[in-house]
Nanobody
Framework: QVQLVESGGGLMQAGGSLRLSCAAS????????MAWFRQVPGKEREFVAT????????YYTDSVKGRFTISRDNAKNTVYLQMNSLKPEDTAVYYC????????????????????WGQGTQVTVSP
């Protein structure tokens, strides 16, 4: 089992920055591809970004490319999402997710392939 805990959310004005963290316990994250998803009330949880076990491969949804950066520190068992140039439409609950896999192709935008999820952290961006 992998326990994931997100932190770093909050209220920010448009144009500002936030860095989300996802700390893992129970297993070493170096064996897992990791991802960030987000969800607003009444909508499906949507993919934001993913990173391979090594950190060598990343993939982003189009709406955050050039603004968000996913990274990881396997020694600290933590994954990050640096969010810059925030927009009101980035407002959501952000979740991190883990998928067991030590191959670069384990990254995926499909939420159904991820085995473990955190409880989420709220990000609110005001106009």
């Amino acid at each position: 089992q992998v326990q994931l805990v997100e932190s770093g959310g909050g209220l920010m004005q448009a144009g500002g920055s936030l860095r989300l963290s996802c700390a893992a316990s129970g297993r070493t994250l170096s064996n897992y591809a990791m991802a960030w998803f987000r969800q607003v009330p009444g909508k499906e949880r949507e993919f934001v970004a993913t990173i391979s076990w090594s950190g060598s491969s990343t993939y982003y949804t189009d709406s955050v490319k050039g603004r968000f950066t996913i990274s990881r520190d396997n020694a600290k068992n933590t994954v990050y999402l640096q969010m810059n140039s925030l927009k009101p439409e980035d407002t959501a609950v952000y979740y991190c997710a883990a998928r067991f896999g030590t191959w670069e192709g384990a990254i995926s935008p499909n939420r159904n392939v991820y085995n473990f999820w955190g409880q989420g952290t709220q990000v609110t961006v005001s106009p």
